[in-house]
């Protein structure tokens, strides 16, 4: 697990959601201690926490871990016109087309 990812990714993906840390740790359900011990002091987080942390911030607990670059994949046709967004283990439909994930 890389340690800096973690941090900077779980904050990142807060601030760009407009969260305040008291409002994640709710939607959590963690303290705001906790909180800190995980971001900020490297302990590890309860996969049931990374879990919550990843649907609360609608990414993948990889992006949160640092493993993974894009918290979004968003998948176009041949003119560059958007067809699909795929979040979080989530897929959004656009037009007629279909994104399956095997």
């Given at each position: 697990m890389r340690e800096g990812g973690r941090k900077t990714n779980i904050e990142k993906r807060r601030k760009e959601l407009g969260l305040s840390q008291s409002a994640l740790c709710e939607r959590v359900g963690i303290c705001r201690t906790s909180y800190h011990?995980?971001?900020?002091?490297?302990k590890p987080i309860p996969s049931d926490k990374l879990i919550r942390l990843a649907e609360a911030l609608d990414c993948s607990t990889d992006y949160l871990l640092g493993i993974a670059k894009y918290t979004h994949?968003?998948?176009a046709d041949n003119m560059g016109v958007p067809v699909a967004v795929i979040s979080?283990?989530?897929i959004v439909e656009?037009?007629?087309y279909k994104v399956l994930l095997a």
């Amino acid at each position: 697990m890389r340690e800096g990812g973690r941090k900077t990714n779980i904050e990142k993906r807060r601030k760009e959601l407009g969260l305040s840390q008291s409002a994640l740790c709710e939607r959590v359900g963690i303290c705001r201690t906790s909180y800190h011990l995980y971001v900020f002091k490297g302990k590890p987080i309860p996969s049931d926490k990374l879990i919550r942390l990843a649907e609360a911030l609608d990414c993948s607990t990889d992006y949160l871990l640092g493993i993974a670059k894009y918290t979004h994949i968003t998948v176009a046709d041949n003119m560059g016109v958007p067809v699909a967004v795929i979040s979080n283990s989530k897929i959004v439909e656009h037009s007629n087309y279909k994104v399956l994930l095997a």
